[in-house]
Nanobody, 125 residues
Framework: QVQLVDSGGGSVQAGGSLRLSCVVSGRTLGGYAVGWFRQAPVKPQELVAAITWSDDSTFTADSVKGRFTISRDNAKNTVYLQMNNLKPEDTAKYYC??????????????????WGQGTQVTVSS
């Protein structure tokens, strides 16, 4: 079983930055991808970025490309989402999630098997 604990959300002004963290535990993640989804009111859930645990290959959604970067610290079993130049439309609850497969597969399927509890990001104009 995979456990995910996400944190790092907050309130910032447009143009600001935040870094979300996801600590992963419970089993080795070779063969898994870990990603960040977001859910805003009256908007569909969106996968913004994912990383393959075994080779660090990544997927990044077009909506955040050039502003968000996903990375991984193997020693800390932690996945990060660095969010720069935040916009009001980035306001959402962000969830760390994991599924079997690589980052591109996670991007294509846009779903996950294991979820964190979510962390709120609010960007004001």
């Amino acid at each position: 079983q995979v456990q995910l604990v996400d944190s790092g959300g907050g309130s910032v002004q447009a143009g600001g930055s935040l870094r979300l963290s996801c600590v992963v535990s419970g089993r080795t993640l070779g063969g898994y991808a870990v990603g960040w989804f977001r859910q805003a009111p009256v908007k569909p859930q969106e996968l913004v970025a994912a990383i393959t645990w075994s080779d660090d290959s990544t997927f990044t959604a077009d909506s955040v490309k050039g502003r968000f970067t996903i990375s991984r610290d193997n020693a800390k079993n932690t996945v990060y989402l660095q969010m720069n130049n935040l916009k009001p439309e980035d306001t959402a609850k962000y969830y760390c999630a994991a599924r079997w497969g690589n980052a591109q597969a996670m991007g294509a399927l846009a779903n996950a098997e294991h979820w964190g509890q979510g962390t709120q990001v609010t960007v004001s104009s």
